[in-house]
């Protein structure tokens, strides 16, 4: 046997060896491969529609009242989504909403979130379901349910005195309609505390059917809206909610007709502070560039002038015949 | 002194930048530029003046790009070109009672168009290598117009009229020979120019009754990059 052929030979059982010990790891991990393809991934986070609970919404006022101004809801809407494997899933399958006061009990290994169960050392601990366990035919479909939020509030052991406290939204999806398999875990914050001040410095300025605002607010006002009431008009009119209010404008006035207008200014929460000192100011009608123009006597009429085409067309005719020549 | 160093300056940019030889004939140009424009609408009237009462009396710029076609290449070279641009004032609409300015926003805006003949004297370059190229050119100018309140059109038109140029650029492949001839190579554009011109326009539908005025206050200039090509 010359060197060439002892090389080929100790490739031949280096290759061999290699193959072994592939076949042997991919033995051992099997066990490990067949736990993670039968592991269902069950957890879930519950978006809410608002990442506060203002005081007014709290305190269930009528949206009658509140919603010309803040444009806001008093339900607070849930939407989750619980991931089930086909092992884990079954049609007989139900949602279970509650709200806590702490977050609730969490599996150390499987992290498996029970909602209605305290965290352990926990004391105090708060959860009620906000409604009766539902059935959750469709696999991996989100849920979308609303509530009013003074009884979330409430569920969660909570009342409208406590501000800054969170709420803890905890959905289980209970296997057979009894065990908790799945969940989804999401926050909601009281806010019960309106801006410390109302907006100053409010200026208006008109403009045709509609007057323009622009004030001050402190530093925890983050948006504004105006209100315009007239003595001839039975409902007040409110602006656009705007994040600076030099973009507030309220709209649809009548002009000539004047309007008595107070700003607004809502925290994160849109807890509104109370209204500016009031200004008067009626809109006006107004003229354009082009108008304002006519009415000063200006001569142009407007439209394509004819004087000169014909000098265009002339000049082009020319180029034209210029090219045409051998 | 001043005037030697540059002197100097330019004989140095001449001696080191090889010019482009007399063969090489170009396509045509691509100019791109800007200037401070004010039409002189309020020049019709006597004691109002509509267009600063909303725009005020600075100006606002007015974009123009250029584009020609080489017709005649001798002693310099001759081209007709077309011309557009934009140009966009905004201000406040007045109060129909008092005149007064109010919150509502109305603008005044115009498309210049332009069929341009231009004349550049490019054998400054081309055959001494001195990196100056002066031209003079003349233009029939239709510029396309509209006003706006709110951001809604409420009249619009078109104005007519002539205009002549006399600028001057400044030849940049003398800055870099190397970098231009690559560029020349690589793009095909002969040179690369900053240029700085002087327009006398008439744009008022030629004296027409029934116009108004959109020349230029004064004299309109502009500056940009020219490149031939």
Redesign the interface.
Do not use: I, K
């Given at each position: 046997m010359d060197r060439r052929e002892d090389r080929l030979l100790v490739k031949s059982i280096d290759r061999w060896t290699r193959m072994r010990t592939v076949a042997l790891l991919l033995l051992l991990a099997a066990p490990a491969l067949v736990v993670a393809q039968t592991t269902p991934t069950t957890e879930g986070t519950i978006n809410t529609s608002g990442s506060y609970i203002n005081l007014a919404q709290c305190n269930g006022t009528d949206p009658a009242t509140v919603e010309p101004l803040l444009g806001l809801s008093n339900d607070l809407g849930l939407r989750w989504l619980v991931k089930m494997d086909g092992t884990a899933f079954d049609t007989s399958g139900k949602f279970q909403p509650w709200a806590a006061n702490q977050q609730p009990s969490t599996n150390g290994t499987s992290g498996l979130v029970t909602c209605s169960q305290p965290p352990s050392g926990a004391t105090g601990f708060v959860s009620n379901s906000l409604e009766a366990a539902f059935d959750a035919p469709l696999q991996n479909t989100a849920s979308t349910h609303s509530y009013a939020m003074r009884d979330v509030v409430t569920k969660a052991g909570f009342d409208c005195s406590q501000d800054g406290k969170t709420i803890y939204l905890c959905a289980n999806w209970l296997q057979n309609g009894t065990t908790p398999h799945g969940w989804a875990t999401g926050t909601v914050t009281l806010d019960l505390t309106p801006p410390a001040s109302a907006p100053t410095n409010l200026h208006l300025?008109?403009?045709?059917g509609?007057?323009?605002v622009n004030c001050d607010g402190n530093s925890d006002i983050v948006s504004f809206k105006a209100k315009a009431t007239a003595a001839e008009e039975s409902q007040p009119h409110y602006s656009n909610k705007a994040s600076s209010c030099g973009d507030v404008v309220i709209t649809g006035l009548v002009n000539s007709r004047t309007y008595t207008v107070v700003v607004y200014g809502m925290d994160v929460a849109d807890n509104p502070s109370g209204p500016s000192a009031s200004q008067d100011m009626a809109p006006?009608?107004?003229?354009?560039?082009?108008?304002?123009?006519k009415?000063?006597?200006?001569?142009?009429?407007?439209?394509?002038?004819t004087?000169?085409?014909a000098?265009?067309l002339g000049?082009?005719s020319l180029?034209a015949l210029r090219r045409r020549r051998p | 002194m001043k005037p030697a160093i540059a002197a100097l300056a330019a004989v140095a940019l001449a001696a080191a930048a090889p010019a482009r030889g007399a063969d090489t004939k170009p396509w045509g140009s691509l100019q791109l530029g800007a200037g401070p424009y004010s039409p002189n609408i309020d020049s019709e009237f006597a004691s109002a003046s509509p267009y600063r009462d909303v725009f005020g009396g600075s100006p606002a710029a007015m974009f123009r790009l250029q584009l020609s076609r080489a017709l005649w290449t001798g002693s310099g070279t001759l081209e007709l070109g077309f011309r557009t641009g934009f140009f966009s004032k905004s201000g406040h609409a007045v109060s129909s009672i008092d005149g007064s300015q109010t919150a509502d926003r109305t603008s005044f805006n115009v498309v210049p168009t332009s069929i341009v003949v231009t004349y550049r004297a490019d054998q400054l370059w081309d055959r001494l290598g001195i990196p100056l190229t002066p031209y003079a050119s003349v233009a029939f100018e239709r510029y396309n117009w509209w006003v706006t309140k709110q951001d809604k059109w409420t009249e619009s038109g078109a104005t007519n009229g002539y205009s002549g140029t006399l600028g001057m650029a400044l030849v940049l492949n003398a800055v870099d020979p190397s970098a231009a001839r690559e560029i020349e190579h690589e793009v095909g554009i002969h040179a690369t120019s900053l240029y700085f011109d002087v327009t006398w326009a008439k744009v008022n539908d030629f004296g027409s009754k029934k116009s108004w005025d959109l020349s230029e206050n004064r004299l309109f200039w502009s500056t940009g990059l020219l490149l031939v090509f």
């Open positions: 300025t008109a403009g045709d509609v007057l323009h006006v009608p107004t003229d354009d560039f082009w108008t304002h123009y009415d000063a006597g200006g001569r142009e009429q407007g439209g394509c002038s004087s000169g085409a000098g265009l000049l082009l180029l | -």
